[in-house]
C-alpha cells in the first residue's frame, strides 16, 4: 500500500479553508501514486478548538465541510483520513467528539471516536468532548487498518496511562486483527517531543509486530507550536518515512516495499527550539491578521533574540524596533540596539522617555509627599515604554512583541504594564541561559547581526544608577537550575537544594517568588511553550491562596 502523509498547517475554525488545504494535498498525493492519504487529528477543525466546540453552528458547519470535502476529492482513486469535530454517538450533555473519518469514493465510509481524553498540561479534552465507546477495524486497500486519534495510540506503552484509562485501543483494535497501525495527531512540540515520539511508536511497532503511520498537525495555535515530524515506521520499528520539522509537508511511503521519502530536519535541539519560536510567532500573527510587529530595543540580548526572531517570522520590512532611552539607559544600550537594527535590516525609531518621566515626577512629587525614590520611580520607566510601544501599535496597526524571558516571569522580575506591555509574548518559555543559546543560533543564520558586546555585557533593566540583575536574583545559570526543578519538575526547595547542591534559603526564597508573582502572569502576554512545563494554559495555579514552600 502507497500511503502519502499529509501533514498540514489548519486554522482553528475556518473549515472552508482547512478543506480546500486537504483537497489541494490528496490531489498531489493521487498524482503521486497513493492510494491513501492520512491528514492531523481535528484537520478540518483545527486542533485545539478548545470552547468552539460548545457552539451547535459548528458541529454543524463541520459536518457540511466535511461532505463537501468527500465530493470535492471524489475523482481521486484514493481515500482519505482526516480528524474532525463530529457528534457524539451517546445523547449525554456534551454532544461534541474528537472523530476520525474515512473518506473513498465521495463518501464518508467509517468513523472512528476517540476513547482517551487527556486531561493534562495543556489537553482540556475531558472538558469538551465525549469518549468512544470502542473502536472498531477498517479495511482500506484490502488491508485491515487500526485506526486511532492521538491519545488513544500514546497509553499503548505506558503503564501508568493505562491505569489511569483502564482500556487500551491499541492493544484492541490490534486483537481484533489489525495489519497498520495508523495514528493521526495533534502533538504540540517541547524540546525532546520529537525524539520521544519515535522511540515510544518504535517500541509500539515492535511490540505489535506492524507499520506504524504517525501524521501530526503542524503549525502554531495560540500559546501552542506543533512541528508536525510525521513519520512511518516498518513492522520492526524501523524509520522508513519522515516529514520535515516545522513546516508543512507531503511524504510517501510504500509499506510493501519498505521504502519511503524522508526529508530533512532539524538534528539540534536549540535549532529546533529557534524554528518553533519562528513558526509560532508567524502563524500567531497570520491566523489573528495581523502583518507587522513592533518591539522595544534595550540593547540586551533578550529584545536582541526577539528582533531576529521576528525578522525570521515575517519579513525584515515588517519588523520595527524602537529604542527608548531613559535617564539611566547607558550609552551602549542605544548603540548596541541601533547596531542591531542596522544589521538586520529592520525599521529603527528612537523615542527618549526621560522629559516625558521627568514631567511625571514633577506631577507626582507633591503626593510622594518626600518620599524616597525607590521602585514606584523605576516602574514608571518601564510603564512609560510600555505606554510609548501601545501608542505606536494604534498608531501604526501593528501588534507588540514582549520581549521577557522565562526567568524573568518566573520570579515577578517585570513590570505590570510596562515592559509586559503586547499581544505575544515571544520568549517568555525560554529561561535567560537558553535566550543566550538561542541568539547563538541567531547569529549564525543573520551574520553575526547581535553585537559581541550584547553576549558580554552584564544583563540590566537599567532603571537605576548602575543597576544589574544580579542585584536582585543569583546568576542566571543558578536561578534557572532552580527554576527548572520547580517549575518543571515540581521539585520540593529540598530536593532542589540538595541535586544542585545549593543554600536551601536560596532556592526556598527563589520558589516563593514564583509563587508570589502568579497574579503577574496571569495578565502577562500569550507566550509561545517549548519547554515541558510552560507558564500559561498548562500551568493553572490560584492567584489568592496561601500555601507556600
Given at each position: 500500500?502507497?500511503?502519502?502523509?499529509?501533514?498540514?498547517?489548519?486554522?482553528?475554525?475556518?473549515?472552508?479553508?482547512?478543506?480546500?488545504?486537504?483537497?489541494?494535498?490528496?490531489?498531489?498525493?493521487?498524482?503521486?501514486?497513493?492510494?491513501?492519504?492520512?491528514?492531523?487529528?481535528?484537520?478540518?477543525?483545527?486542533?485545539?478548538?478548545?470552547?468552539?466546540?460548545?457552539?451547535?453552528?459548528?458541529?454543524?458547519?463541520?459536518?457540511?465541510?466535511?461532505?463537501?470535502?468527500?465530493?470535492?476529492?471524489?475523482?481521486?482513486?484514493?481515500?482519505?483520513?482526516?480528524?474532525?469535530?463530529?457528534?457524539?454517538?451517546?445523547?449525554?450533555?456534551?454532544?461534541?467528539?474528537?472523530?476520525?473519518?474515512?473518506?473513498?469514493?465521495?463518501?464518508?465510509?467509517?468513523?472512528?471516536?476517540?476513547?482517551?481524553?487527556?486531561?493534562?498540561?495543556?489537553?482540556?479534552?475531558?472538558?469538551?468532548?465525549?469518549?468512544?465507546?470502542?473502536?472498531?477495524?477498517?479495511?482500506?486497500?484490502?488491508?485491515?487498518?487500526?485506526?486511532?486519534?492521538?491519545?488513544?495510540?500514546?497509553?499503548?506503552?505506558?503503564?501508568?496511562?493505562?491505569?489511569?484509562?483502564?482500556?487500551?485501543?491499541?492493544?484492541?483494535?490490534?486483537?481484533?486483527?489489525?495489519?497498520?497501525?495508523?495514528?493521526?495527531?495533534?502533538?504540540?512540540?517541547?524540546?525532546?517531543?520529537?525524539?520521544?515520539?519515535?522511540?515510544?511508536?518504535?517500541?509500539?511497532?515492535?511490540?505489535?509486530?506492524?507499520?506504524?503511520?504517525?501524521?501530526?498537525?503542524?503549525?502554531?495555535?495560540?500559546?501552542?507550536?506543533?512541528?508536525?515530524?510525521?513519520?512511518?515506521?516498518?513492522?520492526?520499528?524501523r524509520l522508513i518515512a519522515a516529514a520535515a520539522s516545522f513546516e508543512e509537508d507531503l511524504v510517501l511511503v510504500d509499506l510493501d516495499t519498505g521504502?519511503?521519502?524522508?526529508?530533512?530536519?532539524?538534528?539540534?535541539?536549540?535549532?529546533?527550539?529557534?524554528?518553533?519560536?519562528?513558526?509560532?510567532?508567524?502563524?500567531?500573527?497570520?491566523?489573528?491578521?495581523?502583518?507587522?510587529?513592533?518591539?522595544?530595543?534595550?540593547?540586551?540580548?533578550?529584545?536582541?533574540?526577539?528582533?531576529?526572531?521576528?525578522?525570521?517570522?515575517?519579513?525584515?520590512?515588517?519588523?520595527?524596533?524602537?529604542?527608548?532611552?531613559?535617564?539611566?539607559?547607558?550609552?551602549?544600550?542605544?548603540?548596541?540596539?541601533?547596531?542591531?537594527?542596522?544589521?538586520?535590516?529592520?525599521?529603527?525609531?528612537?523615542?527618549?522617555?526621560?522629559?516625558?518621566?521627568?514631567?511625571?515626577?514633577?506631577?507626582?512629587?507633591?503626593?510622594?509627599?518626600?518620599?524616597?525614590?525607590?521602585?514606584?520611580?523605576?516602574?514608571?520607566?518601564?510603564?512609560?515604554?510600555?505606554?510609548?510601544?501601545?501608542?505606536?501599535?494604534?498608531?501604526?496597526?501593528?501588534?507588540?512583541?514582549?520581549?521577557?524571558?522565562?526567568?524573568?516571569?518566573?520570579?515577578?522580575?517585570?513590570?505590570?504594564?510596562?515592559?509586559?506591555?503586547?499581544?505575544?509574548?515571544?520568549?517568555?518559555?525560554?529561561?535567560?541561559?537558553?535566550?543566550?543559546?538561542?541568539?547563538?543560533?541567531?547569529?549564525?543564520?543573520?551574520?553575526?547581526?547581535?553585537?559581541?558586546?550584547?553576549?558580554?555585557?552584564?544583563?540590566?533593566?537599567?532603571?537605576?544608577?548602575?543597576?544589574?540583575?544580579?542585584?536582585?536574583?543569583?546568576?542566571?545559570?543558578?536561578?534557572?537550575?532552580?527554576?527548572r526543578g520547580y517549575v518543571e519538575e515540581y521539585r520540593s526547595p529540598r530536593e532542589i537544594a540538595v541535586r544542585e547542591n545549593l543554600p536551601l534559603?536560596?532556592?526556598?526564597?527563589?520558589?516563593?517568588?514564583?509563587?508570589?508573582?502568579?497574579?503577574?502572569?496571569?495578565?502577562?502576554?500569550?507566550?509561545?511553550?517549548?519547554?515541558?512545563?510552560?507558564?500559561?494554559?498548562?500551568?493553572?495555579?490560584?492567584?489568592?491562596?496561601?500555601?507556600?514552600?
Open positions: 500500500m502507497r500511503i502519502a502523509l499529509g501533514q498540514i498547517n489548519p486554522t482553528v475554525g475556518d473549515l472552508a479553508g482547512n478543506r480546500d488545504l486537504m483537497t489541494r494535498f490528496a490531489v498531489r498525493a493521487g498524482e503521486a501514486g497513493a492510494g491513501l492519504i492520512v491528514f492531523p487529528e481535528l484537520s478540518l477543525t483545527g486542533y485545539p478548538p478548545r470552547d468552539l466546540v460548545e457552539k451547535p453552528t459548528l458541529l454543524e458547519r463541520v459536518e457540511q465541510a466535511l461532505q463537501e470535502l468527500a465530493g470535492a476529492t471524489s475523482g481521486l482513486k484514493l481515500s482519505i483520513i482526516c480528524g474532525y469535530v463530529g457528534r457524539a454517538e451517546s445523547t449525554a450533555e456534551r454532544r461534541a467528539a474528537n472523530c476520525a473519518a474515512v473518506l473513498a469514493g465521495g463518501e464518508v465510509v467509517f468513523r472512528q471516536q476517540k476513547m482517551l481524553l487527556p486531561a493534562y498540561d495543556v489537553f482540556d479534552e475531558g472538558r469538551n468532548f465525549l469518549p468512544g465507546e470502542g473502536q472498531r477495524i477498517v479495511t482500506i486497500g484490502g488491508k485491515r487498518i487500526a485506526l486511532t486519534i492521538c491519545e488513544d495510540a500514546w497509553n499503548d506503552n505506558d503503564a501508568d496511562a493505562s491505569a489511569l484509562y483502564g482500556r487500551n485501543p491499541v492493544e484492541e483494535l490490534m486483537s481484533a486483527g489489525g495489519e497498520i497501525l495508523i495514528i493521526i495527531n495533534g502533538s504540540p512540540y517541547h524540546m525532546g517531543k520529537r525524539a520521544l515520539r519515535r522511540e515510544i511508536f518504535s517500541a509500539t511497532a515492535r511490540r505489535h509486530h506492524v507499520p506504524v503511520i504517525y501524521v501530526n498537525q503542524v503549525g502554531g495555535n495560540d500559546q501552542l507550536v506543533f512541528d508536525g515530524s510525521s513519520f512511518a515506521l516498518d513492522a520492526e520499528g521504502e519511503g521519502e524522508i526529508h530533512e530536519t532539524p538534528a539540534d535541539e536549540r535549532e529546533a527550539v529557534y524554528e518553533a519560536l519562528v513558526l509560532g510567532t508567524r502563524d500567531y500573527l497570520r491566523k489573528c491578521g495581523f502583518h507587522a510587529v513592533l518591539l522595544g530595543m534595550s540593547g540586551g540580548i533578550d529584545s536582541s533574540l526577539t528582533a531576529a526572531i521576528a525578522v525570521d517570522a515575517v519579513g525584515r520590512e515588517n519588523v520595527i524596533g524602537v529604542a527608548m532611552p531613559g535617564p539611566y539607559s547607558s550609552a551602549g544600550s542605544v548603540t548596541d540596539a541601533r547596531a542591531l537594527a542596522e544589521n538586520l535590516g529592520i525599521r529603527f525609531e528612537m523615542v527618549p522617555i526621560t522629559p516625558v518621566y521627568e514631567s511625571f515626577l514633577a506631577a507626582l512629587d507633591p503626593v510622594f509627599a518626600g518620599a524616597p525614590r525607590d521602585v514606584a520611580e523605576e516602574n514608571l520607566q518601564a510603564r512609560l515604554r510600555g505606554a510609548t510601544l501601545m501608542a505606536l501599535s494604534n498608531k501604526w496597526n501593528v501588534l507588540v512583541l514582549t520581549t521577557g524571558n522565562k526567568s524573568e516571569l518566573a520570579v515577578g522580575y517585570c513590570t505590570l504594564y510596562g515592559d509586559m506591555c503586547g499581544g505575544l509574548a515571544v520568549i517568555s518559555d525560554l529561561p535567560k541561559t537558553l535566550v543566550y543559546e538561542l541568539s547563538r543560533v541567531a547569529n549564525r543564520r543573520h551574520a553575526d547581526a547581535i553585537p559581541e558586546a550584547v553576549f558580554t555585557k552584564p544583563p540590566s533593566a537599567e532603571l537605576r544608577p548602575d543597576q544589574k540583575d544580579s542585584d536582585s536574583l543569583p546568576e542566571y545559570d543558578v536561578l534557572d537550575r532552580i527554576l534559603g536560596l532556592v526556598r526564597e527563589i520558589v516563593n517568588k514564583v509563587d508570589r508573582n502568579e497574579y503577574k502572569r496571569q495578565q502577562a502576554a500569550p507566550g509561545l511553550k517549548v519547554t515541558t512545563k510552560a507558564f500559561g494554559i498548562g500551568r493553572r495555579f490560584p492567584i489568592a491562596q496561601r500555601f507556600f514552600e
